[in-house]
């Protein structure tokens, strides 16, 4: 997909977000700073515990009370170019900014979806909450279930029950599109579906996106997910964003050891006979987390270094690409050693269609 | 096929839930057999009856009606002690590491429980050491921190080693391993995969694989079966090795094509099947004939609507399928409006 990479639409910068436990604070979220831009498809990736959802409620200002913000600022532009802290709002003022500038896709849509009211009655309050009458709501739903291949009549007058957990999740995903946000933030929008729901949830979301050109933040610890939507891929560990860039170079050219980790743990169904290495040890402790690079007590590539230095966020590729990471140079040496599949790897089946 | 019998053979197992008092057929006509010692991984979608599958395996659920054939023996002719013997030669892990350890006792209560039941050891010292060589096993050390922990204190994926080893307690020729690894992080499920594949060669045990991740199944049973399910049917089965690389059931095919691939290249090239339909059928109204031919991209009207696919060879492939079209040999051709819609980005 393109994106206009001159055109921010939302700006993080050094973002800190920590609960509070009875051993201290946890910090779920370190540092972490990013811009999004226009039409652009950014995929979190991270195993459970990285923080990638404290991040995403963060955005929306829709963390537990036991959360706090500890700094940063999140700054949007509208349309119109003016710019805004989104950390800085009132209540009154988030409501008009949620839906309407930035709209979320939950995973589990029966959890998302209020169950004694018909989703034309959803249609309506969003639109009245926004001002937009009842027609004009109408209208833009049933164009937005055509368009996400739902029969549009019968989802516009039915239960959230009476339908499929393919069709609710196409529906949040229409609803999230209602309002014309800028961005949508998706929290694992695959995760507890089938495979071919996956694939018709996923196709429908590539159609939209040329169409309406929104932004996406993704959220996923599902790689094969990320490496088939996203334009640009963050990988987050411990809290933090450890390596971010292009999902080509992500994915080839990892800079990151834990990036280069996850990806040689997932499996490739067209690779055929496949050695996955398993990544030892369990995510770190966020209260007390290991000195050094918190990746250190797993990682392959320790060396004296990374044990008592944390790495720096450094700019590779002329600021496209950064990462944190001491062993960076050897990490993308082996990632563009075996990350690419040689043609003949790669089973016929899947073979059709790759040039 | 060796000549000693099956493990376990389902022959036309049949099975139905009665739900709201209406009966829902969850399996039809399942003909399976399962060899001693091999990897076989059963896939599908949720609905498609693997979890009542292999329930029916490991003896947890009776069939409504047909066979169940254990070491070459049906299992009502098994009595008394005999039973208890097959009960404990047929062992499942389930899904969900959080709810199948009971949260009040300790890792060392959850494993000493059958052991003792089944006076697996001899004694205090005896069943000391063999709650310490089952917690070794699945690499939970040291066993001295482990015994006294609590399920909560425990990682989902060092849960899910707790219920790998109290499997293990009654010395099983078999485990079904339901969704097993599906709850777990990435980086812990390849890590419990090897642990399964390494306890296998160790012990000599069979092992039947749930799963609705493809490319999962295919890393772990590369070397064994794979069985894929369907609205209760079992419409592909073969050598895994086979059956990705030359699917022959249309729903095997669509399956694959819509898998997803850590690759980004790999993943954006991938040509997709579109299917006729999106929604799966209920199980209270399975379609006739072939109960996929309403979503088939390569349906035959007059055929796959009208008579129903057994489990046969087909030309061109090692595996067997339950489709007319490909049993006979027929090219497949994807309808006209399918082309113009997959021309649609």
């Given at each position: 997909m ?5 055109e921010v ?5 050094d973002?800190s977000v ?12 370190q540092?972490v700073?990013?811009d ?11 195993e459970?515990?990285c923080?990638?959802?404290?991040l995403n ?9 036991t959360a ?10 509208y349309?119109d170019?003016r710019?805004?802290d989104?950390?800085?709002y009132?209540?009154?003022e988030?409501?008009?900014y949620?839906w309407?500038?930035c ?6 849509a029966l959890n ?15 639109g ?25 009549k019968?989802?516009f007058?039915?239960y ?24 949508v ?7 507890a579906?089938d495979i071919?729901?996956?694939r018709?949830?996923?196709d429908?979301l590539k159609?939209?996106?040329a ?8 959220i996923s610890h599902?790689l ?5 939507i996203?334009d640009?891929v963050?990988?987050?560990y411990?809290?933090e ?6 999902v080509n170079?992500v ?8 990036t ?8 490739r169904?067209s690779a055929g006979?496949e ?12 209260i ?7 990746f250190?007590?797993?990682c392959a590539?320790v060396?004296d270094v ?7 966020l450094?700019a590779y ?7 944190a990471?001491?062993a ?6 082996d990632a563009?050693a075996?990350?690419i ?7 016929p089946?899947?073979k059709g269609?790759?040039? | ?16 839930f009665?739900k709201d008092?209406q009966l829902?057929p969850?399996?039809?006509?399942i ?14 979608e ?20 047909g066979e169940?054939i254990v ?8 009595q ?8 404990r030669?047929l062992?499942?892990?389930h ?12 890792i060392?209560d959850?494993l000493?429980?059958?052991l ?5 050891t001899?004694?205090g010292?005896?069943l ?14 040291p ?6 922990k609590?399920?909560?204190q ?17 010395n099983?020729?078999?485990?079904v391993?339901?969704?097993?690894v ?9 890590t ?13 045990l069979?092992?039947v ?9 295919k890393?772990?049973a590369?070397e064994?079966?794979i069985?894929?399910?369907?609205l209760?049917r079992?419409?592909e ?5 086979e ?7 249309p ?10 691939e850590?690759?980004?290249e ?9 299917l006729r ?9 399975i ?7 309403p979503?088939?991209?390569y ?11 057994e489990l046969?060879s087909?030309?061109?492939f090692?595996?067997?399928?339950a ?15 399918q082309?113009?819609a997959?021309a649609?980005p």
């Amino acid at each position: 997909m393109t994106y206009k990479p001159d055109e921010v639409v939302l700006s993080i910068r050094d973002l800190s977000v920590s609960y509070g436990a009875q051993r201290g604070r946890v910090r779920a979220v370190q540092n972490v700073s990013f811009d999004l831009h226009a039409g652009e498809t950014l995929a979190l990736i991270g195993e459970s515990g990285c923080g990638k959802s404290t991040l995403n409620l963060a955005l929306i200002r829709q963390l537990p009370k036991t959360a706090s913000i500890d700094g940063g600022s999140v700054l949007y532009t509208y349309r119109d170019g003016r710019q805004v802290d989104v950390l800085k709002y009132t209540k009154q003022e988030m409501r008009r900014y949620l839906w309407a500038e930035c709209s979320m896709v939950f995973q589990g849509a029966l959890n998302s979806l209020n169950p004694v009211i018909r989703i034309s009655e959803m249609v309506y309050e969003t639109g009245e909450a926004h001002g937009i009458p009842r027609l004009e709501a109408r209208d833009r739903a049933m164009r937005l279930f055509e368009q996400v291949r739902l029969d549009a009549k019968r989802v516009f007058t039915s239960y959230p029950h009476e339908l499929s957990g393919g069709m609710r999740q196409r529906v949040l995903l229409a609803l999230s599109l209602i309002l014309r946000p800028q961005i949508v933030i998706m929290d694992e929008p695959t995760t507890a579906v089938d495979i071919l729901t996956q694939r018709s949830i996923l196709d429908v979301l590539k159609v939209l996106r040329a169409e309406l050109n929104f932004s996406v933040i993704f959220i996923s610890h599902d790689l094969a997910v990320a490496a088939e939507i996203a334009d640009t891929v963050a990988t987050m560990y411990a809290g933090e964003i450890v390596e971010r860039g292009p999902v080509n170079d992500v994915f080839y050219r990892s800079r990151h050891a834990y990036t280069l980790s996850l990806l040689n743990a997932a499996p490739r169904l067209s690779a055929g006979a496949e050695t996955l290495d398993s990544i030892p040890g369990s995510p770190p402790d966020l209260i007390v987390p290991p000195p050094g690079c918190k990746f250190h007590p797993r990682c392959a590539y320790v060396q004296d270094v990374c044990r008592t230095v944390p790495p720096p966020l450094v700019a590779y590729d002329d600021g496209k690409r950064l990462a944190a990471c001491h062993a960076t140079e050897q990490v993308q040496q082996d990632a563009q050693a075996t990350r690419i599949l040689s043609p003949d790897a790669i089973l016929p089946i899947v073979k059709g269609g790759v040039s | 096929m060796s000549d000693t019998p099956p493990i376990v053979e389902l022959r036309g197992i049949r099975r139905s839930f009665v739900k709201d008092r209406q009966l829902i057929p969850v399996l039809q006509d399942i003909n399976l057999a399962v060899q001693a010692d091999e990897i076989l991984c059963i896939v599908g979608e949720s609905g498609c009856g693997k979890t009542t599958t292999g329930k029916i395996i490991a003896g947890l659920l009776d069939p409504s009606s047909g066979e169940v054939i254990v070491n070459g023996r049906p299992t009502e002719s098994y009595q008394g002690r005999e039973k208890a013997l097959l009960r404990r030669q047929l062992q499942i892990v389930h899904q969900d590491p959080f709810a199948s350890l009971n949260p009040a006792h300790t890792i060392g209560d959850i494993l000493s429980f059958p052991l003792k039941r089944h006076r697996m050891t001899e004694g205090g010292a005896g069943l000391k050491r063999r709650i310490w060589e089952l917690l070794t096993m699945v690499d939970l050390t040291p066993p001295g921190d482990m015994v006294n922990k609590y399920p909560h204190q425990l990682s989902g994926g060092q849960r899910q080693r707790v219920s790998i080893a109290r499997a293990l307690t009654v010395n099983p020729k078999l485990i079904v391993a339901d969704e097993a690894v599906s709850m777990v992080d990435v980086s812990i499920r390849i890590t419990l995969l090897k642990m399964l594949l390494r306890l296998r060669a160790e012990l000599g045990l069979t092992i039947v694989f749930i799963t609705h991740d493809l490319a999962l199944a295919k890393y772990f049973a590369w070397e064994g079966r794979i069985a894929v399910m369907y609205l209760g049917r079992i419409v592909e089965i073969g050598r895994t090795q086979e059956v990705i690389a030359n699917p022959s059931h249309p729903y095997t095919r669509a399956l694959l094509a819509a898998v997803p691939e850590a690759d980004p290249e790999l993943t954006r090239h991938k040509q997709a099947i579109r299917l006729r339909s999106d929604d799966i059928p209920r199980l209270t109204d399975i379609p006739r004939g072939c109960a996929f031919h309403p979503r088939c991209p390569y349906f035959i009207p007059g055929m796959c609507d009208s008579d129903l696919p057994e489990l046969a060879s087909a030309p061109g492939f090692d595996q067997q399928v339950a489709c007319i079209p490909v049993q006979r040999g027929l090219p497949l051709h994807v309808h006209e409006s399918q082309v113009a819609a997959e021309a649609h980005p």
